[in-house]
């Protein structure tokens, strides 16, 4: 029997996080400690028309223009996670999306620590295979799934195969020729 695959998820850190550099290395860290591999890395500040389309699903809803609106108020770091059951252990370590009831019943989690609000929850996750590609390809449109699965994927099974680029807080595969 083949070992389970790793499974890809997007991970989204949220505005007011990003510009409090604090929050977002105590976040980074718990996605290590985790056992998150750091596929990809990018921080970048979303325009108004990419969050109306990245949201799209959320359109008319009484929260639509103020999650747009906060998305779009400062950068946003997103990351390309990689680990066993990835979706369902990055939802996990996030915690659930109600804030206030989350820093009572799950205060270890990401948004039990450092959320705000409901719209201010600190991340969000993809919630299926499905939606992790499709809010992958949005913001990482040259990320082939079927080469890193092909090509990348069994490196990251093996910590003593990355280096972390704390900087960029990203792995990559260590080249164990010149060692």
């Known amino acids: ?57 959320h359109e008319g809803k009484f929260f639509y223009n103020r999650l747009t609106t906060f998305m779009t108020s400062g950068p946003i770091d997103l990351y390309i996670l990689a680990r066993r059951d990835g979706i369902k252990e990055w939802r996990k370590l996030m915690g659930p999306t109600k804030v206030f009831r989350t820093q009572f019943f799950e205060p270890e989690t990401i948004r039990g620590k450092f959320g705000l609000s409901d719209t201010r929850n600190a991340t969000h996750g993809s919630d299926s295979d499905e939606s992790a590609k499709k809010e992958i390809g949005l913001f990482f449109p040259r990320f082939d799934f079927e080469g890193w699965h092909r090509d990348e994927e069994i490196h990251y099974r093996d910590e003593a195969n990355l280096i972390l680029d704390e900087e960029e807080f990203v792995h990559t595969i260590a080249d164990n020729n010149n060692a």
């Open 1 to 57: 029997m083949l070992a389970k695959g790793l499974q890809l998820t997007l991970a989204i850190i949220k505005p007011h996080v990003v510009c409090q550099p604090v929050a977002l290395q105590d976040i980074r860290r718990m996605i290590l400690a985790a056992d998150f591999k750091v596929v990809r890395s990018e921080r970048k500040r979303l325009s108004l028309p990419d969050a109306e389309r990245f949201y799209s699903e």
